[in-house]
T-cell receptor, first 115, second 115 residues
Framework: GAVVSQHPSWVICKSGTSVKIECRSL??????MFWYRQFPKQSLMLMAT?????????EQGVEKDKFLINHASLTLSTLTVTSAHPEDSSFYIC???????????FGAGTRLSVL | AQKITQTQPGMFVQEKEAVTLDCTYD???????LFWYKQPSSGEMIFLIY??????QNATEGRYSLNFQKARKSANLVISASQLGDSAMYFC????????????FGAGTILRVKS
């Protein structure tokens, strides 16, 4: 069964609004979670590393004020796309490592469409 | 230089036959991990198999096996007895300290299983 839950799976919003995506580790604690973005027919691009209790680490070129990440507990990280625009439409997917394990498990992803 | 290279944009295989998906990688780390993920059209990333750089034997998980050739820096995925449900995008990925211990993905290979 799934070990990482992501919600919502699909969201449509108007341009200028903000959208929050949740990522939960289901039966383990995750001090670190990862957020990726994927364009159609392309590979996953790491956006940021979410660290429990501290600031997220963003990859080069990713606007931290645009993509707000909060990792307030050991099982939950959220990504908020602020003032979304049509160019933010994409597939966003999160992942987490079980502590002490090499495997990185992914959520089911969120398809964001900004009108 | 490309860190992970998947040279096959798309592959076809007849149902019940075996197929090999190619992956080569580039790293100077002595310690690293190699992963294969399956992404069906629904978008979720499904972990298939893991190979550590120090593992002496090739990893196997059911119908999946990883043909690890360290000197050639290749980590090909072999799927035996292909099923229609194997049709998906397949990503090879690597993690090592050289790349900040973050998962780095290849471009992916689309596999289509024919009946």
């Amino acid at each position: 069964g799934a070990v990482v839950s992501q919600h919502p799976s699909w969201v449509i919003c108007k341009s200028g609004t903000s959208v929050k995506i949740e990522c939960r580790s289901l039966d383990f604690q995750a001090t670190t979670m990862f957020w990726y973005r994927q364009f159609p027919k392309q590979s996953l691009m790491l956006m940021a590393t979410s660290n429990e209790g501290s600031k997220a680490t963003y990859e080069q070129g990713v606007e931290k004020d645009k993509f707000l990440i909060n990792h307030a507990s050991l099982t939950l990280s959220t990504l908020t796309v602020t003032s979304a625009h049509p160019e933010d439409s994409s597939f966003y997917i999160c992942s987490a490592n079980r502590q002490g394990k090499n495997i990185q498990y992914f959520g089911a992803g969120t398809r964001l469409s900004v009108l | 230089a490309q860190k992970i290279t998947q040279t096959q944009p798309g592959m076809f295989v007849q149902e019940k036959e075996a197929v090999t998906l190619d992956c080569t990688y580039d790293t100077s780390d002595p310690s690293y991990g190699l992963f294969w993920y399956k992404q069906p059209s629904s978008g979720e990333m499904i972990f298939l198999i893991y190979q550590g750089s120090y593992d002496q034997q090739n990893a196997t998980e059911g119908r999946y096996s990883l043909n690890f050739q360290k000197a050639r820096k290749s980590a090909n995925l072999v799927i035996s007895a292909s099923q229609l449900g194997d049709s998906a995008m397949y990503f090879c990925a690597m993690r090592g300290m050289e790349y900040g211990n973050k998962l780095v993905f290849g471009a992916g290979t689309i596999l289509r299983v024919k009946s």
